[in-house]
């Protein structure tokens, strides 16, 4: 594997290579210990601590090299050519944090990157096509930006993600059940727990398409976008006043945090409002 420390994090380029993919044989030793990773430090100390309570037969070197190396990974970047992240490649990276995908990756297989516990960041590529089932069940993802291109989101994909506040998806993409079940934006909606679980096409996915659906939103969907404009943010903007940055939607988050979030929009709040309060000292 090719390691190198950037931005601060211990970072493997990921090229899809044979070596780089999750071992089923290695793994199926080291599944049971995940579970109780965010309760430890990762450290020689966590390590130990694990073999001694969950003993492995038969412990070889290529075992302890393999969950070293997946405690290892913090930062994930996903080399252009790479067009698909196979089943369970990354299942159990405990400490990643960041995940940057090429703009060639077109599929994220099933449990791609399950009980990744910390991964709190993830670029998309822009030419995604399917996300699998449960491919990011059980991380720290704050905000989620689904592009165009992507048809299909299936069951439990983004499931236990607890303080996922951010969901942007295109209209034309395909949800399955219970994609983000355990949400915190989930649990800003006036949903019954029942319609949560048992109603995901009917009820809980138009929801999740049409959260901003309501003209007192505008500024909302215009800074979700998949590429916000600058001049139709700066329209409304001038329309309503600066203070509709601050408003609420239903869901408990103001347009500002949007733009914050969208990892594909260079437009800041401070561009906008330096060019409204021009605007007002040097009208046209």
């Known amino acids: 594997m090719r390691f190198a420390r950037v931005d601060g994090l211990m970072t493997l380029f990921y090229d899809g290579s044979a070596d780089q993919v999750y071992n089923q044989l290695l793994a199926s030793q080291l599944d049971h210990a995940f579970m109780y990773y965010q309760d430890y430090e990762n450290d020689e100390a966590f390590l130990e601590e694990c073999v001694f309570k969950y003993p492995i037969e038969r412990m070889t070197e290529a075992v302890l090299k393999y969950w ?8 994930l970047i996903i080399l252009e050519g ?13 400490n990643l944090k960041r995940v940057i995908f090429a703009n060639t990756v077109r599929r994220i297989e099933k449990c791609a990157f399950m009980y990744c516990y910390r991964l709190a960041c993830i670029k998309l590529s822009t030419a995604l096509e399917y996300i699998g089932v449960c491919a990011f069940d059980s991380c720290d993802i704050y905000s989620v930006y689904i592009p165009p291109s992507c048809r299909e989101i299936c069951d439990h994909s983004f499931a236990w993600n607890f303080d996922l506040e951010i969901f942007h998806v295109p209209q034309q993409t395909l949800l399955g059940e219970c994609i983000m079940i355990g949400s915190s934006l989930l649990s800003h909606s006036s949903f019954e727990e029942y319609e949560i679980e048992y109603e995901s096409e009917e009820t809980i996915n138009p929801w999740i398409k049409n959260i901003n659906d309501e003209e007192e939103y505008a500024l909302h969907r215009a800074c ?17 006043g600066l203070g509709c940055f601050t408003e609420k939607n239903d869901v408990g988050i103001s347009p500002s945090e949007y733009l914050k979030e969208n990892p594909y929009t260079e437009l800041t709040e401070k561009e906008i409002i330096h060019d409204y309060i021009m605007s007002k000292m040097c009208p046209v």
């Open 68 to 75: 070293r190396n997946l405690f290892k990974i913090e930062q």
């Open 82 to 94: 790479v067009t698909e992240i196979p089943e369970n490649t990354f299942f159990g990276c405990v």
């Open 224 to 240: 979700l976008s998949y590429h916000p404009l600058k001049e139709i943010i700066f329209a409304i903007v001038n329309e309503k």
